[in-house]
């Protein structure tokens, strides 16, 4: 049945541009909401950029520039990238917006009015060079654990602000344990459960102006800015007009917050506690995907600056790139990002397979029935596999096993090249076998239009593309109708063209 689905992915920072990390959880939630509005479900896709605190401030400063300069400059890096990526947004929120901002002062004031925020002291590690505050567990052998500082930190004790976070923790202990599905995947939820082990304090919000003015003010005191998580976490609801419009009671509670795994305390401790605070439900699920990684470490802004896919994307096309990052990365855990691996993964997936049973299929149809489309004829195989696919197609994308669902598509793939090999449709040509070489062609073809229906979500303009090559127009229904065995109209005519995944000659 059809549903509402809403997603979001992190709001990234503005400090550097977007890296290989940031363009997969991105390119990842744009297959979920494609690939949701496949099912006929009603999707709402939320995006956007985190432009407050320390980090951009310090990023403005270092380029000589007013922090909303600085990220009026970057944000247009997130917005054109995720436009050359195919991303299918609904929104992009930044959160200098006023519309998010004063969304922010609203939930802080009632909050505070409610008791919920209180004054208190604040007590923490001070680097004076730096101007920052460090946790303990921060320090490096009790020093700035800041690399080009290292200097001695005092302890400084000051007024702050403080959101009752720890009294409520049995409570999302009891959430997190009753609602399986609410941390993804279990190796996480296991690691929220043991944090929440250990007491939970409560969480200072606020970060006094005499260090760090680039914030949104408290609007019950003029002196301290809000700290930035607080702030940006807020996103996902001030996205889809909270307090402001009515569309907020049909997205809320998002479906699913899609995060890497190093923000996981923030989104399923801190987050959850202000919702329910503010008396909202708590979204359904939060899934935390793993790090890409170089030489066994994390892609990072300072690292990431030697991914760019660009060449790659150049080389093999945007749809393929799309295709082979998500292949090569099983949702949750760690991947070493290797263009060889991807480029080889281009060759086995889609230059050998896919667009070698697409090219192959075609060229037979036009060279043994005229370029037109038989009539359809029992599937066999092929049949079989696509109307399992359809049956589990939506537990598969709602349950997140994407990997396995686009296993199960190359093996439909796998199996349309096998059942070409085994038939040998030249032979049933030269025999003159009409009836079974109809047949045989019917299916193949069948299967290539099913294997490109799973994968629009990855490959939107490939999917059309090789949809219109088979005599249909360029557009994809829903699953409901598209899954069917059955779809290709017997007369049309084919449209065979150039190769949609073309092997890469040495020196491309
Ligand atoms: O944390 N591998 O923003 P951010 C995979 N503004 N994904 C990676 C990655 C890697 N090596 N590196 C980064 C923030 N990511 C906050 C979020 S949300 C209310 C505020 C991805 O710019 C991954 O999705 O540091 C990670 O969670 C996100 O980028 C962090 O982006």
């Known amino acids: 049945m059809a549903q509402n689905y809403y997603i979001t992915t992190p709001i990234y920072y503005v400090n550097d ?11 990842l939630a744009d297959v979920f909401a494609r690939s949701h509005r496949l099912l006929g479900d009603d999707v709402f896709f939320l995006t956007g950029t985190d432009e407050h605190g320390q980090k951009v401030q310090d990023a403005a400063e270092a380029r000589g520039l007013e922090p909303i300069q600085h990220a009026d400059e ?7 990238i995720w436009k050359d990526l195919d991303i299918s ?8 917006e006023a519309r998010h901002t004063s969304v922010v002062s ?13 004054v208190g002291e604040y007590e923490g590690w001070y680097c004076k060079h730096c101007e920052r505050f460090w946790t303990k567990k921060d320090l490096v052998e009790g020093n700035c654990p800041n690399p080009d500082c290292q200097r001695p930190v005092s302890v400084i004790s000051e007024k702050n602000y403080f959101f009752r976070m720890g009294k409520r923790r049995d409570w999302l202990i009891d959430h997190i344990r009753k609602n399986e599905n609410f941390i993804l995947p279990a190796s996480r939820r296991n690691e929220v459960l043991g944090f ?10 606020s970060r006094s102006r005499k260090r760090l003015s680039w914030g949104i003010p408290l609007p019950f005191d003029e002196d301290y800015v809000t700290y930035v998580w607080f702030d940006a976490l807020l996103n996902y609801v001030s996205g889809v007009g909270y307090r402001r419009d009515d569309a907020f009671e049909k997205w809320w509670p998002a479906s699913l917050h899609l995060i890497g795994k190093d923000i996981v305390t923030t989104h399923c401790v801190y987050w959850p506690t202000m919702l329910e605070a503010m008396g909202l439900p708590l979204p359904k699920s939060i899934l935390a995907h793993g790090w890409w990684t170089q030489g066994g470490e994390k892609v990072s802004k300072s690292k990431g600056g030697a991914i760019d896919p660009r060449p790659l994307i150049e080389k093999i096309g945007l749809d393929a790139f799309r295709t082979v990052l998500l292949r090569e990365m099983i949702i949750g855990a760690d991947a070493g990002y290797s263009e060889e691996r991807l480029v080889a993964r281009y060759h086995s997936d889609l230059a050998n397979d896919l667009g070698n049973l697409h090219y192959r299929t075609l060229s037979m149809i036009e060279k043994f029935l005229g370029g037109k489309v038989p009539k359809p004829g029992p599937g066999g195989s092929l049949q079989e596999k696509a109307e399992s696919l359809k049956k589990d ?3 598969l994308v709602e349950s997140y096993s994407f990997n396995d669902l686009l296993d199960r598509v190359f093996d439909l793939v796998r199996e349309g090249n096998r059942v ?6 030249w032979r049933l040509a030269r025999e003159e076998k009409t009836e079974e070489l109809e047949r045989v062609l019917y299916g193949v073809a069948e299967a290539v239009r099913i294997a490109f229906l799973y994968l629009s979500p990855l490959q939107p303009t490939t999917a059309a593309k090789a949809r219109s090559t088979l005599g249909l127009d360029g557009t994809w229904g829903k699953l409901d109708e598209e899954g069917k065995w059955g779809g290709l109209r017997a007369g049309s005519e084919v449209r065979i063209g150039k190769p949609l995944f073309p092997r890469l000659e040495p020196g491309d």
């Not at 070409?420 to 449709?425: A, M």
Request: hydrophobic letters at 30%; one cysteine or more; charged letters at 30%.
């Open 393 to 395: 197609c939506r537990s």
């Open 17 to 27: 541009r977007p890296h290989i990390g940031h363009i997969y959880t991105t390119i």
């Open 196 to 205: 929440l082990d250990g007491p939970l304090g409560d969480l200072c919000i």
């Open 106 to 118: 609203e939930v802080l004031s009632d909050l505070y009015d409610r008791g919920e925020i209180y």
């Open 420 to 425: 070409i090999d085994r038939e040998q449709p």
């Open 74 to 80: 970057m944000v247009v890096q997130f917005q054109e």
């Open 89 to 96: 947004n609904d929104e992009f929120i930044r959160t200098t």
